[in-house]
């Protein structure tokens, strides 16, 4: 785990009482060894919340979704800390932050907002790239709207940051996933979530196994995955649910951000963000550089990452056009992944 995640381990504290605790000095490489699966032993608050802190240069915040964990950026984070500052954190629940229980943390979006506020105050970052991806988007975005004049420019790649367009048919697996007591035992109990996104989440070729141990490696009890199915309930669909005025109120609050430069990177067979959610940003963003991928999935990374990544270092060097969509390129590399050769 090790080859494909050399990170140095880094922590803050959210909630009540809130105090930085960095861990190991930045940049050092080593391997994140203390608590990997983020257990804890966490009280009513604060709790850690992990990150990574790598580079330095200009800062770029990637923000992960559901059911993955800052371990989905893994390539784009060493790719990237050659020049810049890269901070990838971890929420509450997932990858290696702590895992509390509901008594102790209440899993919604809005104490996922505050968590990612605490983090960019905490850290002083200006002049932010933003990356968001799936739930990413979502909580990413929401703050970015309220602190327009801290963000530089934004990559979005397969996610949303406002209601659920008309056209769109929820999906039956998201929706049983929500039902009360089955929704549970698959989710927390079977680890279906989990698993079913590591085989349907990529389309142009499988997960390798290394790869799929990586997701699955937070999520290993029914304690443990928590997060993934409070965030499946946190899904805002109604507007009794309880995220649903943020997620309103950030779909209104988007034209703050209009004259942000902007790069889409989308895969057309995500069964859950698909031609919808991307018809939506195109919409409300008609100036962003757009990279349609037809043949891959919701997890664009693994799919594409050897085509993506070197899109999003053109996008930061200011190297593109002017919002002119382009297709993106028919996949040239053989099916193990070229960014790194160990994680086969």
Known sequence: ?????????????????????????????????????????????????????????????MVH??????????????????????????????????????????????????????????????????V????????????????????????????????????????????????????ALLVRGAN???????????????????VAAGYLEPYDSWSHRIAVHRFVQDIPLEESDRAYPIVQATGEALVHLADKPMLICWGLKDFVFDRHSLDEWVRRFPGAEVRRFEDCGHYILEDAGEEIIPLIREFLGGRMGNGIEQPASQPSRSPEHRLNPTDG
């Not at 349907?200 to 997960?207: A, D, E, L, S």
């Open 192 to 210: 279906a979530f989990s698993r079913g996104a590591i085989r349907y989440c990529v389309t142009r070729r499988p997960m390798s196994k290394a």
């Open 132 to 183: 968001v991806h799936d739930w990413g988007g979502m909580i990413g975005m929401a703050w970015a709207a309220q602190h327009a004049d801290r963000i530089a420019r934004l990559v979005v790649m397969n996610t949303a940051a406002f209601p659920l367009p008309v056209s769109k048919t929820f999906p039956t697996s998201l929706r049983l996933a929500r039902t009360p007591w089955i929704g």
């Open 65 to 130: 979704g559901n059911p993955s964990w800052s371990f989905y950026y893994r390539y784009l984070i060493a790719e990237l800390a050659s020049t810049h500052r890269v901070i990838a954190p971890d929420h509450i629940g997932c990858g290696r932050s702590d895992k509390p229980n509901d008594d102790q943390y209440d899993y919604t979006l809005s104490s996922r907002l505050s968590d990612l506020g605490t983090l960019v105050d905490t850290l002083d970052l200006r002049d932010i790239t933003l």
């Open 1 to 61: 785990m090790s080859e494909l995640y050399p990170f140095a381990p880094h922590y803050i504290e959210v909630g009540r009482r809130a105090a930085h605790n960095p861990g190991p000095a930045r940049g050092t490489g080593a391997a994140a060894q203390d608590d990997p699966k983020g257990a804890g032993t966490a009280g009513p608050g604060p709790h850690r919340m992990h990150y990574v802190d790598e580079g330095q240069g200009e800062p770029v915040l």
